[in-house]
């Protein structure tokens, strides 16, 4: 992982614990070459959904709810995401969000791989899912196994 790649991680694991949700820290970093721009998102409800205590603790709720990190940050990005890397700290990039980040014209992601978490996890399998559907559409994806410190 370059100089680079490890400060962008860094700042999407600081990011990530913006998070309220207690069993998801997740963040994520947009970064533009062209100008330099930078979004950011952390997982969590829609801006003016209550994210109460009760309603993160129902998984089912939580999880019908939830905006993911990568795609906060590709909607504060807009058209600025084209060309660009993201970063994700936190969790593997699931297919949901591959889908976002391959729409939004993204050309590199740098993320946790799926086969560092456990296999019966289903961030393990939807990871996969995401993997491939990266080498279909020629997003270059660089992994990292462990959580860089």
């Known amino acids: 992982m370059s100089k680079w790649d490890q400060r962008f991680c860094d700042l999407a694991k600081f990011v990530s614990d913006w998070s309220k949700d207690p069993n998801a820290k997740v963040g994520a970093v947009v970064f533009s070459k062209k100008g330099g721009d930078i979004s950011v998102g952390y997982n ?4 003016g959904v209550e994210d109460s205590a009760e309603r993160l603790e129902d998984a089912d709720m939580k999880l019908e709810l939830i905006v993911h990190a990568e795609q906060n ?3 504060a990005a807009g058209s600025r995401a084209q060309g660009g890397t993201v970063f994700v700290w936190g969790k593997p990039v699931c297919a949901r969000c591959a889908g976002s980040i391959i729409q939004a014209g993204v050309k590199r992601v740098v993320a946790l791989s799926p086969a560092s978490v456990d ?4 961030w393990r399998k939807t990871g996969e899912y995401a993997q491939k559907m990266f080498e279909e559409a020629g997003v ?7 959580v860089p410190g």
């Open 119 to 122: 296999e019966e996890s289903k």
């Open 140 to 146: 270059e994806v660089d992994f990292y196994e462990v």
């Open 73 to 75: 940050a590709l909607i």
């Open 44 to 47: 969590g409800f829609p801006m």
